[in-house]
């Protein structure tokens, strides 16, 4: 571990002046964002138009994505089905949008839900440490000692199936990921004197945490972030295609590589290449974008 | 199809489309050879037919075990028809339909050298019907109407009626009724569970645990001239692309149970003549069984709104090229002779012709019962063919006259459970039957008190009424009539269940395999003893 080498993060307050560029205007950090960071560009435009076909998915869709059509099952892409139709003659492209939204609120709403937890605990243990750092750990090498997808498993089949308790489901196995990692970040933050001196003052334990150490592990936080919104997207998608997650006909993406475009696969591909394309292409934006944003909010990677 | 012309078509037999010739029609049968079968399963639950209810179990024990009577090998797809194995030949019941007495051959003898007589065979019948304490009988309620099973000597079984009923043959035919030694069962009823012991056109050769089982020809079998086969070996493998690659390769000859039109197109197209398909209507169809136990559901306006919303028409023949599911039917399985013809189902809900008319009127009852824009769960299984179909085209149904319906799929165990607990706002169910046999079949529709596989949480004596009053009904013709007030009160007046279209059978096989016809139940006609290759 790299704890106790790492510099010190700055003071909170302070953080904005002491980045090189902070004072520059929005539109010329974006210049350089993209300047410095063409791949990470590229995933952020990926990000924004899912974001986009997703809420605007009741604009853009030409079809309800869960109505049947008889007389257009499994249709080739042509101009009036541009992504073609699936074995019950669903708008594939219209699926594919309401899918993004599916894909999105899950992915979203489960790292950040997940990350904060994480975030909160994960501060909070370093900030004690003691017997309460002790259990609080082991109890994280616990959750895990299992892979995501089969913890999300797991809690799937205690609460069930269904967009909430997918979220649910996935959001509890990356609160002790989150955890982990800012707990290591937070230990650092907990020895600088900002903090022996807010004690000094007789500031309350939630003052210090959430005032003082959270904003100061903020970085990797969001890093993480980045990560767990690809990881959680996927698991989603895992879920719904092995069957546990979201149910038909609500659109999704994994449920959209299930059944019919596995038994169809020779036949009409264009069921099972979309959705599939569209896993692709979501989770590498997340992760290209991810990887640019450690790039430019960590001190050590920045100037290289 | 459907059949129209009610008694005089429908007793001709079940409409039975086989897209190949039928195997062996025209050809002398060649003996020896080994066929290997795939099916679907990891592994049956028991060896025991009689505690069981799967194909797994049929499938994998058939071939070893005799019966007393059995739908004919050479046309199982009769509604009608039953033929001795065991029994020398049918009887004509006697003491006003009360009484049936078998005789049975002669020259029957067990795998392990011991002679077969009536004494096996009633006491295997009355650990059927009448099983002792801790002994499991999966269809004790079939027999409901036996009073007593006697063998006064080893030649004769006489099965002795409370009352005289046209259910009562077709459940002797029973596929899973075997005929164990009375000597081993008296001893250990559970011996079965485990080990395999029978009479039939095979010896039980091996068993890898989820892997294969294996059989020898019986040298000593009773029906001269059978089995063909020289060795039979089923391979478990419960993943359709396993065993429609098993197929594909010729890795095996054939798989019993059915795959869906998807597989059998695929095939056919890249193995053309090696591979035949012979396909028939299923007795088996899913069900919607609303809990008449949580509002609104115990409205029948809201019932029968459900029912009208969903095109079946137009639904069943769209459903079909993707889904093992293919006539529309009410609660008789279509071809049978007490089945509703097209004109009689149309004047039920959920059957009318004209879809619209249909729509509205289910728009109009919502209005009425005050629950427009109703929002409830479908309770659904996780199996893909054809239960994950039909429940999704449900939901799309209902979303048409302004229902907002999530679907629920869990496994077979928690759908179950579910079901018995009545945790559940719509269920998907299935009502699926061995021999057909619409009067026993039919039960599935009455109060759970009286079948305790109903759960639509309801109490209906006049249903109960007018099942008893068809049930005891011998002449056809009245029984047909009592069947119809009884189809009409359960699904129109009462809605208390939803028939969607009957499941549809389609088997794949290598164009070797011969001498083996398709049923309307993947139980039936599996003991393979005609089967043989043209190799």
Same mark, same amino acid.
Request: some cysteine; proline content about 7%.
């Given at each position: 571990?790299?704890?106790?080498?790492?510099?010190?993060?700055?003071?909170?307050?302070?953080?904005?002046?002491?980045?090189?560029?902070?004072?520059?205007?929005?539109?010329?950090?974006?210049?350089?964002?993209?300047?410095?960071?063409?791949?990470?560009?590229?995933?952020?435009?990926?990000?924004?138009?899912?974001?986009?076909?997703?809420?605007?998915?009741?604009?853009?869709?030409?079809?309800?994505?869960?109505?049947?059509?008889?007389?257009?099952?499994?249709?080739?892409?042509?101009?009036?089905?541009?992504?073609?139709?699936?074995?019950?003659?669903?708008?594939?492209?219209?699926?594919?949008?309401?899918?993004?939204?599916?894909?999105?609120?899950?992915?979203?709403?489960?790292?950040?839900?997940?990350?904060?937890?994480?975030?909160?605990?994960?501060?909070?243990?370093?900030?004690?440490?003691?017997?309460?750092?002790?259990?609080?750990?082991?109890?994280?090498?616990?959750?895990?000692?299992?892979?995501?997808?089969?913890?999300?498993?797991?809690?799937?089949?205690?609460?069930?199936?269904?967009?909430?308790?997918?979220?649910?489901?996935?959001?509890?196995?990356?609160?002790?990921?989150?955890?982990?990692?800012?707990?290591?970040?937070?230990?650092?933050?907990?020895?600088?004197?900002?903090?022996?001196?807010?004690?000094?003052?007789?500031?309350?334990?939630?003052?210090?945490?959430?005032?003082?150490?959270?904003?100061?592990?903020?970085?990797?936080?969001?890093?993480?972030?980045?990560?767990?919104?690809?990881?959680?997207?996927?698991?989603?998608?895992?879920?719904?295609?092995?069957?546990?997650?979201?149910?038909?006909?609500?659109?999704?993406?994994?449920?959209?590589?299930?059944?019919?475009?596995?038994?169809?696969?020779?036949?009409?591909?264009?069921?099972?290449?979309?959705?599939?394309?569209?896993?692709?292409?979501?989770?590498?934006?997340?992760?290209?974008?991810?990887?640019?944003?450690?790039?430019?909010?960590?001190?050590?990677?920045?100037?290289? | 199809?459907?059949?129209?012309?009610?008694?005089?078509?429908?007793?001709?037999?079940?409409?039975?489309?086989?897209?190949?010739?039928?195997?062996?029609?025209?050809?002398?049968?060649?003996?020896?050879?080994?066929?290997?079968?795939?099916?679907?399963?990891?592994?049956?639950?028991?060896?025991?037919?009689?505690?069981?209810?799967?194909?797994?179990?049929?499938?994998?024990?058939?071939?070893?075990?005799?019966?007393?009577?059995?739908?004919?090998?050479?046309?199982?797809?009769?509604?009608?028809?039953?033929?001795?194995?065991?029994?020398?030949?049918?009887?004509?019941?006697?003491?006003?339909?009360?009484?049936?007495?078998?005789?049975?051959?002669?020259?029957?003898?067990?795998?392990?050298?011991?002679?077969?007589?009536?004494?096996?065979?009633?006491?295997?019948?009355?650990?059927?019907?009448?099983?002792?304490?801790?002994?499991?009988?999966?269809?004790?309620?079939?027999?409901?109407?036996?009073? &007593?099973?006697?063998?006064? $000597? @080893?030649?004769? %079984?006489?099965?002795? =009626?409370?009352? !005289?009923?046209?259910?009562?043959?077709? #459940?002797?035919?029973?596929?899973?009724?075997?005929?164990?030694?009375?000597?081993?069962?008296?001893?250990?009823?559970?011996?079965?569970?485990?080990?395999?012991?029978?009479?039939?056109?095979?010896?039980?050769?091996?068993?890898?645990?989820?892997?294969?089982?294996?059989?020898?020809?019986?040298?000593?079998?009773?029906?001269?001239?059978?089995?063909?086969?020289?060795?039979?070996?089923?391979?478990?493998?419960?993943?359709?692309?396993?065993?429609?690659?098993?197929?594909?390769?010729?890795?095996?000859?054939?798989?019993?149970?059915?795959?869906?039109?998807?597989?059998?197109?695929?095939?056919?197209?890249?193995?053309?003549?090696?591979?035949?398909?012979?396909?028939?209507?299923?007795?088996?169809?899913?069900?919607?069984?609303?809990?008449? &136990?949580?509002?609104?559901? $115990? @409205?029948?306006? %809201?019932?029968?709104? =459900?029912?009208? !919303?969903?095109?079946?028409?137009?639904? #069943?023949?769209?459903?079909?090229?993707?889904?093992?599911?293919?006539?529309?039917?009410?609660?008789?399985?279509?071809?049978?002779?007490?089945?509703?013809?097209?004109?009689?189902?149309?004047?039920?809900?959920?059957?009318?012709?004209?879809?619209?008319?249909?729509?509205?009127?289910?728009?109009?009852?919502?209005?009425?019962?005050?629950?427009?824009?109703?929002?409830?769960?479908?309770?659904?299984?996780?199996?893909?063919?054809?239960?994950?179909?039909?429940?999704?085209?449900?939901?799309?149904?209902?979303?048409?006259?302004?229902?907002?319906?999530?679907?629920?799929?869990?496994?077979?165990?928690?759908?179950?459970?579910?079901?018995?607990?009545?945790?559940?706002?719509?269920?998907?169910?299935?009502?699926?039957?061995?021999?057909?046999?619409?009067?026993?079949?039919?039960?599935?529709?009455?109060?759970?008190?009286?079948?305790?596989?109903?759960?639509?949480?309801?109490?209906?004596?006049?249903?109960?009424?007018?099942?008893?009053?068809?049930?005891?009904?011998?002449?056809?013709?009245?029984?047909?009539?009592?069947?119809?007030?009884?189809?009409?009160?359960?699904?129109?007046?009462?809605?208390?269940?939803?028939?969607?279209?009957?499941?549809?059978?389609?088997?794949?096989?290598?164009?070797?395999?011969?001498?083996?016809?398709?049923?309307?139940?993947?139980?039936?006609?599996?003991?393979?003893?005609?089967?043989?290759?043209?190799?």
């Amino acid at each position: 571990m790299t704890i106790t080498a790492r510099t010190p993060a700055p003071v909170a307050g302070a953080a904005a002046d002491e980045l090189p560029d902070a004072n520059r205007s929005p539109l010329r950090a974006a210049r350089q964002f993209v300047r410095r960071q063409p791949l990470g560009t590229v995933g952020l435009v990926i990000v924004l138009v899912m974001f986009a076909a997703g809420a605007m998915a009741g604009w853009i869709a030409p079809y309800d994505p869960e109505a049947n059509d008889f007389a257009a099952m499994m249709e080739a892409p042509s101009w009036a089905h541009l992504l073609g139709t699936d074995q019950l003659g669903r708008d594939i492209f219209s699926r594919l949008v309401f899918g993004a939204r599916t894909a999105l609120l899950v992915g979203f709403s489960s790292a950040v839900v997940g990350g904060v937890i994480g975030l909160v605990l994960g501060v909070t243990s370093a900030y004690f440490g003691g017997w309460f750092d002790l259990v609080f750990q082991r109890v994280l090498d616990v959750l895990m000692a299992f892979p995501l997808i089969i913890l999300a498993l797991a809690v799937v089949s205690v609460f069930g199936t269904g967009v909430v308790n997918v979220i649910i489901a996935i959001t509890v196995p990356l609160v002790p990921r989150c955890g982990r990692v800012v707990r290591a970040s937070a230990l650092a933050v907990r020895e600088v004197p900002y903090v022996d001196a807010a004690r000094a003052l007789g500031f309350s334990h939630a003052r210090i945490v959430l005032r003082h150490m959270v904003p100061n592990v903020v970085a990797p936080f969001l890093i993480l972030l980045s990560a767990f919104v690809g990881q959680a997207i996927l698991a989603e998608a895992s879920l719904s295609y092995l069957g546990l997650g979201v149910q038909e006909p609500v659109p999704a993406w994994g449920l959209m590589l299930q059944g019919g475009a596995e038994e169809y696969a020779t036949t009409a591909p264009w069921i099972a290449v979309f959705p599939g394309l569209a896993i692709v292409l979501t989770v590498l934006g997340i992760s290209l974008f991810g990887d640019a944003l450690r790039d430019a909010i960590d001190p050590k990677l920045r100037d290289r | 199809m459907y059949v129209r012309s009610g008694l005089m078509a429908a007793g001709l037999g079940l409409a039975v489309a086989i897209a190949a010739v039928p195997a062996g029609a025209q050809t002398t049968p060649k003996r020896g050879g080994t066929l290997t079968y795939m099916i679907p399963a990891d592994a049956p639950p028991s060896f025991d037919g009689h505690r069981e209810t799967t194909y797994a179990t049929v499938h994998a024990g058939a071939p070893f075990y005799s019966v007393l009577i059995r739908v004919p090998p050479d046309n199982p797809a009769s509604t009608t028809e039953f033929v001795c194995d065991l029994c020398t030949e049918m009887p004509r019941p006697t003491d006003g339909g009360k009484t049936y007495t078998f005789k049975i051959r002669p020259d029957v003898k067990f795998h392990d050298g011991a002679k077969l007589t009536a004494q096996d065979v009633a006491t295997s019948w009355n650990y059927i019907v009448f099983p002792p304490k801790g002994v499991t009988s999966a269809r004790v309620s079939y027999y409901e109407m036996v009073d &007593k099973i006697e063998a006064p $000597d @080893d030649a004769t %079984v006489i099965f002795r =009626l409370k009352r !005289a009923t046209t259910a009562f043959l077709p #459940a002797l035919a029973d596929p899973f009724s075997w005929i164990y030694k009375k000597e081993t069962l008296e001893k250990d009823p559970h011996w079965y569970e485990k080990n395999i012991l029978g009479s039939g056109p095979f010896k039980f050769a091996g068993y890898e645990v989820g892997q294969v089982i294996k059989g020898v020809r019986n040298p000593d079998y009773y029906h001269k001239g059978l089995p063909l086969l020289d060795a039979i070996e089923g391979i478990f493998a419960d993943k359709q692309s396993v065993r429609v690659e098993a197929l594909r390769g010729d890795r095996a000859a054939i798989e019993f149970r059915g795959l869906p039109p998807s597989a059998r197109d695929q095939l056919v197209k890249e193995a053309g003549k090696d591979v035949v398909v012979q396909d028939s209507d299923w007795n088996c169809g899913n069900i919607l069984t609303p809990n008449q &136990k949580k509002k609104p559901f $115990d @409205d029948v306006r %809201v019932r029968k709104a =459900l029912a009208l !919303a969903i095109d079946q028409w137009a639904g #069943a023949p769209a459903l079909s090229k993707i889904a093992n599911v293919r006539t529309v039917g009410g609660i008789v399985f279509p071809g049978s002779p007490l089945a509703a013809t097209k004109e009689e189902l149309q004047q039920i809900a959920g059957f009318w012709p004209d879809i619209n008319k249909s729509r509205e009127e289910a728009k109009r009852l919502l209005k009425e019962a005050g629950a427009e824009g109703l929002k409830f769960e479908l309770l659904n299984r996780n199996v893909d063919q054809p239960y994950k179909y039909v429940g999704t085209w449900a939901v799309a149904e209902w979303k048409k006259i302004g229902l907002n319906v999530e679907q629920k799929v869990v496994p077979t165990g928690p759908w179950f459970s579910n079901m018995r607990a009545g945790t559940f706002d719509v269920a998907m169910e299935a009502n699926c039957q061995s021999v057909v046999n619409p009067v026993l079949d039919t039960g599935k529709y009455l109060p759970h008190t009286v079948y305790p596989e109903n759960y639509g949480g309801f109490e209906d004596p006049k249903s109960i009424e007018l099942y008893e009053a068809m049930q005891i009904e011998t002449d056809p013709a009245k029984q047909r009539a009592e069947m119809r007030a009884y189809e009409k009160h359960t699904l129109d007046t009462m809605v208390h269940e939803i028939v969607l279209p009957y499941w549809y059978r389609i088997v794949l096989a290598r164009s070797y395999v011969k001498g083996w016809k398709i049923s309307p139940s993947h139980y039936l006609n599996q003991d393979l003893a005609n089967v043989w290759l043209d190799k």
